[in-house]
T-cell receptor, first 116, second 114 residues
Framework: GAVVSQHPSRVICKSGTSVKIECRSLDFQATTMFWYRQFPKQSLMLMATSNEGSKATYEQGVEKDKFLINHASLTLSTLTVTSAHPEDSSFYIC????????????FGDGTRLSIL | AQTVTQSQPEMSVQEAETVTLSCTYDTSESDYYLFWYKQPPSRQMILVIRQEAYKQQNATENRFSVNFQKAAKSFSLKISDSQLGDAAMYFCAYTVGGNTPLVFGKGTRLSVIA
């Protein structure tokens, strides 16, 4: 089956640090990757849609300068949380899809980010 | 905009019994896809079952089945012979497919009582 690898799984760092999260499709080419954020006991909220070779599309209320997304290849998208602060602490999860209507998205295992 | 509503924040079921989780959605599309995802404490998103809107037959995966009512925009999940390992958050989700994102409901936390 299709596998999406997300790394790191857990990050603890000081306020002001920038953190990069990688999302890789291991055995398929992902034309589109999605980044979601999940607060404790809440649902997944879409942050942005990332298409290979083009700028990401951010959802309303998501700061594009705070959450930098790069999708440089068909197998890799990165999310960089710049100058992270405690309120950025959350669970971030990516998913990847191929450009075929009947194919489901495949999720990474998520990254738990804690900013001290 | 498409919305997905899960009206049951929490449900519980006795082991070996059957439980049904509710989901309704709103869309103006005629062709779309619906999913149920399971999220255990590890927070992995595990695909439980999916339904293609153009298919009238309800999807089934072992102990999991759905009741898809397109006209009513309803998509409930039935778990038969519940097991302790079924305890998790369950999210209903919608997409028109391909390179469009999933829209999630708020989730239902399922507890299984031994």
């Amino acid at each position: 089956g299709a596998v999406v690898s997300q790394h790191p799984s857990r990050v603890i760092c000081k306020s002001g640090t920038s953190v990069k999260i990688e999302c890789r499709s291991l055995d398929f080419q992902a034309t589109t990757m999605f980044w979601y954020r999940q607060f404790p006991k809440q649902s997944l909220m879409l942050m942005a849609t990332s298409n290979e070779g083009s700028k990401a599309t951010y959802e309303q209320g998501v700061e594009k300068d705070k959450f930098l997304i790069n999708h440089a290849s068909l197998t890799l998208s990165t999310l960089t949380v710049t100058s992270a602060h405690p309120e950025d602490s959350s669970f971030y999860i990516c998913s990847a899809s191929v450009d075929r209507r009947n194919q489901p998205q495949h999720f990474g295992d998520g990254t738990r980010l804690s900013i001290l | 905009a498409q919305t997905v509503t899960q009206s049951q924040p929490e449900m519980s079921v006795q082991e070996a019994e059957t439980v049904t989780l509710s989901c309704t959605y709103d869309t103006s599309e005629s062709d779309y896809y619906l999913f149920w995802y399971k999220q255990p404490p590890s927070r992995q998103m595990i695909l439980v079952i999916r339904q293609e809107a153009y298919k009238q037959q309800n999807a089934t995966e072992n102990r999991f089945s759905v009741n898809f009512q397109k006209a009513a925009k309803s998509f409930s999940l039935k778990i038969s012979d519940s097991q302790l390992g079924d305890a998790a958050m369950y999210f209903c989700a919608y997409t028109v497919g391909g390179n469009t994102p999933l829209v999630f409901g708020k989730g239902t936390r399922l507890s299984v009582i031994a």
